[in-house]
Every structure is written in structure tokens, then in C-alpha cells.
Antibody, heavy 115, light 107 residues
Framework: QVQLQESGPGLVKPSETLSLTCTVSGYSISSDYYWGWIRQPPGKGLEWIGSIYHSGSTYYNPSLKSRVTISVDTSKNQFSLKLRSVSAADTAAYYC????????WGQGTLVTVSS | EIVMTQSPATLSVSPGERATLSCRASQSVSSNLAWYQQKPGQAPRLLIYGASTRATGIPARFSGSGSGTEFTLTISSLQSEDFAIYYCQQYNNWPLTFGGGTKVQIK
């Protein structure tokens, strides 16, 4: 059974970098699919952040592209998100996910940006 | 970027009744359209992909239709567990984009 699990700090200071890792079990990232990050501010809708293929090919949301890097570590079956220069507007639940039509989601992790 | 617009924002329905949710794309996405259900405190769950194909384990009361720019999610007879927020999402083009959601609440 495919499972995704986000990990990383739940609190980040303004202007710093948000870093999250998604660990995948039950499926090899190297096999197929794009692997992505989606976020959801409290009480609001879903926003796609970006996706990566195991080859390293990436696509990003244009509104976040200047601040986002997504990377993959196939040896650990993980992929990661870095979001630089965060502000309170980046406070959200962050989900990792499989595919462009997303069939598997992590449980989500709430990241709060506050001093 | 393709803008996805869902209507209505809120739908009040009695249990056992039919619910019809709409999703419109700002340009054609062919049939590359998915629907998700999200309950409070949970990750979204894939219901429909390819505009009309039910995902694994999704009950037959959920059906999707449409292609191009106009899509519909129908819940034929609402059960108590169906009261939730529903999102559409296009995966025809990068960037992937979601609609703003429709909240289905008890009437």
C-alpha cells in the first residue's frame, strides 16, 4: 500500500526557509509518476506548489517559482520542498502527493510562520 | 494558467437528495479533470479522474461528466458521510490548478 508522510518543522520564522520532506513507502519513486506538494491555508482552498519526476524534471507554480525548490532523493525514496523568504501568508497545511491526478496524499503537516 | 471556477460555493441538500456540482475551466482541459472530497482535518481524497472514471473504492452514487471546459459531479443520493468540500482540478497543463471548492452541507 502506497503511503506518503511529511516531516519537518511546524514553526518557521518570517524571512527564513521552510523545509519539508516526504517519505514514500510501498512504491518506488523511481518507477513512475510526478511527485508534488500542495498547500492549504487555514479555512481556504488547495494550491499546487510544484512537482518533480524521478529524473529531476520539475514544474512550479508561477506565483511561487522564485522562492521554491523541489528535489528528489531516490536512494531514500524521498522528495523535499524548500520555500524561501517565508511570511505569514505561507502559513498552511502542506501535503505531499503522487501524480498529476493525485491518487495518494500524505496526511498533511501544518506549518506556521511566526516569530 | 488555466483558471478553474466551481459553483455554487455552498450547496444545501437534504440526505437522500441529489447534489449537482459544477466546474468550469477557462480553456479546454480535454477530459483531464479530477474531483476530490475533503472532510475537516483530513487530506483530500480522489473521487473521479478522467472527468468520469471513479477512483478505486468510490461508491457508484458518485458520477462525473463533461469534457472541454464544462464538468459536473453528481451525487445521486446524499449520505451523511458525503457532507464535505469538493474540489475539481485540471491536470491537462502545467501549472496544475484547483477550483475554489463547493461545500456540501446539510439542509
Amino acid at each position: 500500500q502506497v503511503q506518503l508522510q511529511e516531516s519537518g518543522p511546524g514553526l518557521v520564522k518570517p524571512s527564513e526557509t521552510l523545509s519539508l520532506t516526504c517519505t514514500v513507502s510501498g512504491y518506488s519513486i523511481s518507477s513512475d509518476y510526478y511527485w508534488g506538494w500542495i498547500r492549504q491555508p487555514p479555512g481556504k482552498g488547495l494550491e499546487w506548489i510544484g512537482s518533480i519526476y524521478h529524473s529531476g524534471s520539475t514544474y512550479y507554480n508561477p506565483s511561487l517559482k522564485s522562492r521554491v525548490t523541489i528535489s528528489v532523493d531516490t536512494s531514500k525514496n524521498q522528495f523535499s520542498l524548500k520555500l524561501r523568504s517565508v511570511s505569514a501568508a505561507d502559513t498552511a497545511a502542506y501535503y505531499c502527493a503522487r501524480g498529476n491526478r493525485i491518487d495518494y496524499w500524505g496526511q498533511g503537516t501544518l506549518v506556521t510562520v511566526s516569530s | 494558467e488555466i483558471v478553474m471556477t466551481q459553483s455554487p460555493a455552498t450547496l444545501s441538500v437534504s440526505p437522500g437528495e441529489r447534489a449537482t456540482l459544477s466546474c468550469r475551466a477557462s480553456q479546454s482541459v480535454s477530459s483531464n479533470l479530477a474531483w476530490y472530497q475533503q472532510k475537516p482535518g483530513q487530506a483530500p481524497r480522489l473521487l473521479i479522474y478522467g472527468a468520469s472514471t471513479r477512483a478505486t473504492g468510490i461508491p457508484a452514487r458518485f458520477s462525473g461528466s463533461g469534457s472541454g471546459t464544462e464538468f459536473t459531479l453528481t451525487i445521486s443520493s446524499l449520505q451523511s458521510e458525503d457532507f464535505a468540500i469538493y474540489y475539481c482540478q485540471q491536470y491537462n497543463n502545467w501549472p496544475l490548478t484547483f477550483g475554489g471548492g463547493t461545500k456540501v452541507q446539510i439542509k
